[in-house]
């Protein structure tokens, strides 16, 4: 895989862990309203929150080298 390649599959990706993120409270509804999940539901939407966080903030990283190595 060039690294031209690379770039867009990391762009893409970071374009589709924001939209997650976006709508991580709507996604996250059905269990919200399941009574024995009551009080996880919280912790859990800040875990996926943090973790997705995490996970475009690596990729920008790596983007960043990415596009200071094909200059």
């Known amino acids: ?6 770039i867009k599959k990391l762009e893409v990706s970071n374009q589709g862990l924001k939209v997650i ?3 991580l409270d ?8 399941d009574p024995r999940l009551e009080g996880l539901v919280d912790d859990l939407e800040n875990l996926f929150y943090a ?3 995490t996970w475009i903030k690596s ?3 790596v983007l960043d080298i990415l596009n200071k190595e094909k200059k």
């Open 51 to 53: 973790y997705l966080k």
């Open 26 to 33: 709507e996604q996250l509804a059905d269990i919200r309203s």
């Open 1 to 6: 895989m060039g690294v031209d390649e690379a």
């Open 59 to 61: 990729n920008t990283e």
């Open 21 to 23: 993120l976006e709508n």
